[in-house]
């Protein structure tokens, strides 16, 4: 009877609060067509606050190498004089492969995939083509929108916020934005040259500050995506 009750009530508790998902977060991933795990990652989160020294949640690190940012108008170039306005990126020691779970590469160079971006980095960058829609990952109230860098942001009312940047923006919008509502579209919306991409980030509020969390967990954060 006790273990009937027990099966009985895991299954409400499945059915009521969706647990056996695989992540037990709270955040839909916000780019159209994509999830969090197929989407094209083109840099992650830098878990090191060392210049010229990357650590990513996997706990590869790697430094400084030259390169380019190749991926312009929505595709792939070579690496070459005209498009290394920025070279940031970083090789694992010997030029190894970074391996980030689940997530895919955009290549920068043609078959390369050994650069990682970059130094200092406090979100995701998803480069996915221009125009792409980009959605609230949850409900909240608009915390701001800035529109030189394309970016709003919403305060989820639970201790997090969520940062959407170099988008078209989608405008006006309501005070209290719901899940899954239009936010704007993937651009390059910057005072810099930028690439196109969404820059995707995270906070959370910890003792009356907001500091930038890992979605994909690391660093003993949650997974946040649902
Ligand atoms: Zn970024």
Redesign the pocket.
């Known amino acids: 009877m006790k273990n009937h009750f027990v099966r009985v009530f895991a299954i409400l508790a499945v059915t009521f609060f969706g647990i056996g998902s695989a992540y037990a977060g709270f955040l839909a991933f916000p780019i159209s067509g994509y999830s969090s795990s197929s989407a094209p990652v ?2 992650v989160m830098d878990h090191n606050s060392s210049w010229n020294y990357i650590k990513t949640f996997t706990g590869e690190s790697g430094s400084y190498w030259d390169g380019c940012l190749a991926y312009v108008n929505g595709q792939n170039v070579a690496c070459d004089s005209s498009n290394t306005a920025y070279p940031w990126g970083y090789k694992r020691p010997g030029g190894a492969k970074w391996s980030t779970p689940g997530l895919n590469y955009v290549d920068y160079a043609p078959g390369d995939d050994i650069y990682m ?2 130094d200092n ?5 998803y480069a996915v083509p221009q125009w792409t829609p980009v959605y609230a990952a949850a409900a909240g109230t608009l915390a701001s929108i800035d529109p030189t860098w394309g970016q709003i942001k919403i305060d989820h009312g639970n201790g997090y916020k969520t940062a959407y ?2 988008m078209y923006l989608a405008l006006p919008q309501p005070q209290n934005i719901a899940k899954g509502s239009i936010l704007g579209w993937v651009s390059n919306v910057a005072p810099v040259y ?1 690439g196109i ?1 969404l ?3 995270v906070e959370r509020n910890t003792g009356g500050q907001w500091y930038e969390v890992d979605p994909y967990g690391g660093s003993g954060e949650p997974v946040l995506w649902e």
């Open positions: 083109s840099a971006w970059y980095h406090h979100g995701y960058d940047t170099h930028v991409h820059h995707f980030e």
